[in-house]
């Protein structure tokens, strides 16, 4: 099985403040990968990186084959790197359908959009139901929904999800970890960055855990889960 | 070409097209006092359109506007009697749209009140630097013998307003000015879903300069002279900011209803009360952004101008 991303010594950061220093991982084709650690480690700083958001100042990344640390933003999203933004960025004064056709703008997704959208509205009916509702009158669940729908808009080939629980109920993070699978099925890759260690780890095949803007352990997701260090010491209390 | 077909269906936008290019009339039916006053209402179509493109879609506010004017009447006044004024004018707008493209690269990477401040500080850096070289080699201000007749300078200027509207209206409904739109609501978002950002924000600021610089050139000639402080004046940049909120930037009448408005306010007022004209400026523009941030056009159209956003 091959890698689909892979993240070779690159460090980058906001200006004149170096956030990552030397990340190495490598996410499996239609597999769910799994970035954990605490606030502040570089979790966000690595996800808009690989998306280029943020520049990197050194190392390079590989994505299907090609190198992409030196492409513009938009031209990853075309080779089908989408990543779904943290804080559930969604255009609130556009409808929920409208949102999503805003996810397939870019070329290779275009013409595909109204398969595409019956797709999504299958995964979450709950935005088939809205469809015609403001996003910015959902709730907070549903315009995360909102958010990873739009991206499969676009036809990943890979997703990058920032924290796509962050400050959801637990009942509508569940749901949204359900999902996972059903996108892996689908032979989407995944890269999920998230706090909600327990289930992180539980739908994870294989997860790196960054510390300090460093990669300080990585194993499969069964493993790390049992391993003591990392419920107990290093990222506090996981009961939830 | 849909687009061009769109802009055929659009009833609103023929009826207010045709209402401007009807100008043309003013001089020969009101004579050459209102006459002036047209040319000033085309002029401030011009530039509110103008910047609407820019500022009113992407949301980064511009107060810097006045740089391309001036650069443009800057252009108009050193060339002329050497180049025609069919060349200068538009070389104007050239020269605009490249000092735009030029400074788009570095201002452009900061948002929010930092653009607003380094816009308004580059405005202010040209215009001295204009000031200087202008001393340097001794000219404290140039004289524009031999300038067109207002008509034709109205003539001129109805066709700038024309061509700026049409800009606007034809970006707006465009995938281009859609993902400008998506930057405005959410920057991030925009990008993510694929959007070249710094790409359209680029052209965008750009392509806002260009009739600005063509602008400055005509109200050189208009007013036959040429004076560094008085073509970068920021009051300028000010006016059109407020123009634009007052009339509201997601119509294309929008921009003109503000002109129109702040000028109507202008004539009644200026001559007479001018210590009050500037304050009831200053409470207008406070009730709009309270009461109405989306200005006249959309309390006259109110779901058109939604549409159109």
Redesign the interface.
């Known amino acids: 099985m091959s890698d689909i991303l892979s993240v070779h010594k690159v460090e980058s950061g906001y200006g004149e403040v170096g956030v990552l220093h030397g990340m190495d991982l490598q996410c499996r084709t239609s597999k769910v990968t799994a970035l954990v650690g605490s606030n502040g480690a570089g979790k966000s700083t690595l996800m808009r990186t690989i998306?280029?958001?943020l520049p990197n100042t050194k190392g390079s990344i590989h994505f299907d084959g090609e190198v992409i640390d030196k492409l513009?933003?938009?031209a990853r999203?075309?080779k089908g790197l989408?990543?779904?933004?943290e804080g559930r960025?969604?255009?609130?004064?556009?409808t929920v359908a409208d949102n999503l056709r805003?996810?397939s703008?870019?070329v290779r997704a275009r013409e595909h959009w109204q398969s595409t959208i019956t797709e999504v509205y299958d995964l979450f009916p709950r935005l088939y139901e809205r469809q015609r509702q403001l996003a910015g009158s959902l709730s907070g669940g549903e315009q995360q929904m909102l958010a990873l729908g739009?991206?499969l808009m676009?036809l990943p080939k890979m997703l990058l999800l920032d924290e796509p629980t962050l400050g959801l109920a637990p009942a509508i993070a569940k749901q949204i970890f359900k999902v996972m699978p059903a996108l892996v099925e689908r032979g989407i890759s995944i890269f999920l960055a998230e706090q909600d260690l327990y289930r992180t780890l539980e739908i994870a095949d294989y997860a790196f855990v960054v510390e300090n803007g460093k990669i300080i352990m990585h194993d499969t997701g069964k493993v790390l889960k049992n391993d003591p260090k990392i419920t107990n010491a290093y990222l506090g209390d996981s009961k939830s | 070409m849909t687009a061009l077909n769109g802009i055929l269906k659009d009833r609103v936008l023929l009826i207010f097209l045709t209402s401007l290019v009807l100008t043309v009339f003013v001089p020969d039916l009101f004579g050459s006092y209102w006459a002036i006053v047209a040319l000033n209402l085309m002029m401030w179509v011009s530039l509110t359109q103008s910047w609407t493109l820019f500022s009113g879609m992407t949301g980064y506010i511009s107060l810097g506007h006045v740089v391309f004017y001036g650069i443009g009447a800057y252009v108009v006044a050193s060339t002329f009697k050497v180049l025609p004024l069919w060349v200068s004018i538009p070389l104007g707008g050239v020269v605009a749209g490249v000092l735009a493209l030029l400074v788009a690269i570095p201002v452009l990477r900061v948002r929010g009140p930092y653009f607003v401040i380094l816009t308004f500080g580059l405005a202010e850096l040209v215009k001295y630097i204009v000031l200087n070289v202008e001393t340097s080699i001794g000219k404290s201000s140039r004289l524009l013998f031999g300038a067109p007749t207002i008509e034709t300078l109205l003539y001129i200027m109805i066709g700038l307003a024309v061509i700026a509207t049409l800009m606007t209206k034809l970006v707006s409904q465009s995938?281009f000015g859609?993902?400008l739109s998506?930057i405005r609501?959410?920057e991030?978002?925009a990008?993510?879903?694929?959007?070249?950002?710094?790409?359209y924000k680029i052209t965008a600021f750009t392509l806002s300069a260009v009739i600005p610089g063509m602008v400055g050139g005509v109200i050189a000639l208009k007013s036959t002279y040429f004076e560094v402080l008085q073509v970068f004046n920021p009051v300028i940049s000010f006016t059109v900011v407020t123009m634009a909120i007052i009339g509201g930037s997601g119509d294309v009448r929008g921009p003109f209803m503000g002109a129109a408005f702040l000028l109507l306010l202008s004539e009644l007022f200026w001559a007479t009360i001018p210590q009050i004209y500037m304050i009831l400026v200053g409470l207008f523009l406070i009730v709009f952004v309270v009461f109405a941030p989306n200005g006249i056009a959309a309390i006259l159209w109110p779901a058109r101008s939604r549409d159109s956003?």
Do not use: C, W, Y
Not at chain 1, 82 to 85: D, F, G, L, S, W
């Open positions: 998306a280029g958001l513009p933003s938009h999203v075309e989408i990543m779904v933004p960025l969604v255009f609130s004064d556009l805003t996810g703008v870019n739009r991206g676009g | 995938r859609r993902g998506a609501d959410d991030i978002t990008e993510t879903v694929g959007v070249p950002v710094v790409k956003q």
